[in-house]
């Protein structure tokens, strides 16, 4: 993983000796839907502490300019904690947390209207290693997928010439879509991730 992003930010680098290409860096903030479990089996109930939960994210992206409209990836590093009350048949209360660390790859689409930037497309996200179980249930892992595709959607503005700020929303295909989409042989799974708002600021080269 770590040689894949340091190739990732090697190929952004060379790129920007286009004059039309940009590289940056991010970091920001973002709220999240707090995740329910329907796993509960009469001898479990898992209650989140709240609706929403703080996380936040780093990383790099290119901006690609011609006529207009420009196309922007990313790679970004993003990470939340969620808490819950976790009550068993013995009617004991135990409060866990688990930490979702993931790598966002968002490739969006845009154009300025004005001084404000809009944009929006499909985003990857790539679970980096396994958040504690909550409950000792076999199929509670299954609830996890390494690999699936959602979107991103919002608006940003650009501040001499260096400085980006960008608000975003976050959501799910699969409630459209189902679980999966085909294109071509290739099989793309879509989660059901909870909704999220991202604040970030930027640095471009």
């Not at 903030?29 to 780093?58: C, L, M, R, W």
């Not at 809009?118 to 076999?138: F, K, T, V, Y």
């Not at 260096?162 to 290739?186: A, C, M, P, W």
Request: charged share 20%; hydrophobic share 40%; glycine share 8%.
């Amino acid at each position: 993983m770590k040689k894949l992003l340091l190739l990732i930010i090697s190929v952004m680098f060379a790129i920007t000796a286009y004059p039309q290409v940009k590289f940056g860096l991010k970091a920001g903030v973002a709220t999240n839907t707090v995740p329910n479990y329907d796993v509960n089996t009469g001898t479990n109930n898992i209650e989140a502490y709240k609706d929403a939960s703080f996380g936040y994210h780093a990383g790099a992206f290119l901006r690609f300019t011609l006529m207009g409209m420009y196309i922007m990836p990313e790679v970004v590093f993003a990470s939340t904690s969620y808490d819950y009350k976790v009550t068993t048949a013995e009617e004991l209360e135990e409060k866990k947390s688990q930490k979702f660390d993931k790598l966002d790859i968002p490739l969006l689409f845009g154009f300025k209207l004005g001084p404000v930037r809009l944009n929006a497309g499909p985003s990857a996200s790539i679970l980096i290693g396994s958040p504690r179980e909550l409950i000792s249930d076999p199929n509670f892992s299954d609830l996890y997928r390494s690999a699936t595709f959602g979107y991103q959607a919002g608006l940003g503005f650009d501040i001499a010439k260096h400085f980006t700020v960008d608000l975003r929303y976050g959501g799910s295909l699969s409630k459209k879509f189902g679980e999966s989409v085909n294109i071509g042989n290739q099989t793309f799974n879509l989660d059901q991730r909870e909704s999220s708002v991202l604040l970030s600021v930027g640095y471009m080269f």
